[in-house]
């Protein structure tokens, strides 16, 4: 294997697995989302500048007024985003909210096809269909343990808002193509810091060395370093071998779920989880209804 897709491989998983256990951080760390997200931005923007700083991934040339607007844009989406699904943990299990959070290619699907004409082919509209079921098949199910039934509603709705909002995102990230992903997220993640400040600054502040840890992690390692893995990662594997390790964060997710807080899958709702997963495999990895020599040589689009 080549040296690059074996770093390129092992900086994926690692910013995967990363990313499948911020909901344990989260929802230990005692604080409404608005604050974890202000803090996450704080923290995570001072880790990637300085080690983009010190690995020189950010060429300042690069920032025009166009990638600054946009860029700050996607940001707030970003912010949203995170808002949304850290709000959904807690009322329908990080389980649940990350398994529908995974509905968030089939948004960029069609905002893509409404706003700069990607076409959706019969193969896109057969996964969406299937994700589509499995949202039902989760909608329907009845919450697990405590959980009340207005709250796992509310908490598969504020998922589905996440994963619209993350799609923003993507899509306006698609329109800075040639900007350096790294300068995109260090502008997005001040934008999210300057958002937020009015809101965080006059809630009380956290409290004790635990709740500053599991801050300081969340936005140190969930966000700054995550994000360089991730990025490094995009930058040295082929599209498809990303968007299939993209699904090592799902299954992480479930299992922290399970083990830190005994949070178990119905039957019905591993059911609808393994269906989301599938179409967005397919969608990710370019499964298609009759494959072609063309669209064989042709690679995937990644989720993240």
Request: proline share 5%; with cysteine.
């Amino acid at each position: 294997m080549d040296k690059d897709i074996r770093r390129g491989s092992a900086e994926m998983t690692a910013a995967m697995l990363i990313s499948g256990t911020i909901g344990w951080f989260v929802l230990m760390s005692g604080q409404p989302a608005s604050g974890v997200v202000f803090w996450r931005c704080v923290f995570g923007a001072a880790t990637l500048a300085a080690l983009a700083a010190v690995f020189g991934l950010i060429d300042l040339r690069h920032l025009r007024m166009k990638v600054i607007i946009l860029s700050a844009l996607g940001g707030v989406a970003i912010v949203v985003n995170w808002l949304l699904l850290f709000a959904a943990y807690p009322r329908a299990s990080i389980s649940i909210a990350t398994m529908v959070y995974n509905t968030q290619p089939f948004m960029l699907l069609g905002l893509g096809a409404l706003f700069i004409g990607e076409k959706i082919t019969a193969s896109k509209l057969l996964w969406l269909s299937l994700s589509f079921a499995g949202m039902i098949a989760i909608v329907l199910a009845k919450p697990a343990g405590t959980y009340e039934p207005s709250d796992y509603l509310t908490g598969i709705a504020l998922s589905l808002g996440a994963a619209f909002f993350y799609a923003i995102a993507a899509l306006v990230t698609k329109l800075l193509k040639g900007t350096p992903p790294h300068l995109i997220a260090l502008v997005q993640v001040i934008t999210g810091a300057a958002m937020l400040a009015p809101f965080a600054l006059v809630a009380p502040l956290p409290q004790g060395t635990l709740q500053w840890t599991l801050l300081l992690t969340v936005g140190v390692v969930h966000t700054g370093i995550m994000y360089i893995l991730l990025y490094g990662a995009i930058q040295k594997l082929p599209t498809h071998m990303t968007g299939a390790l993209s699904f090592i964060y799902p299954v992480a997710a479930i299992l922290v779920d399970r083990i830190a807080f005994g949070h178990a899958l119905q039957p019905v709702q591993i059911a609808g989880s393994v269906a989301i997963l599938i179409a967005a495999a397919g969608t990710n990895l370019g499964w298609t209804l009759r494959p072609s020599s063309s669209s064989a040589k042709r690679p995937a689009e990644g989720s993240l």
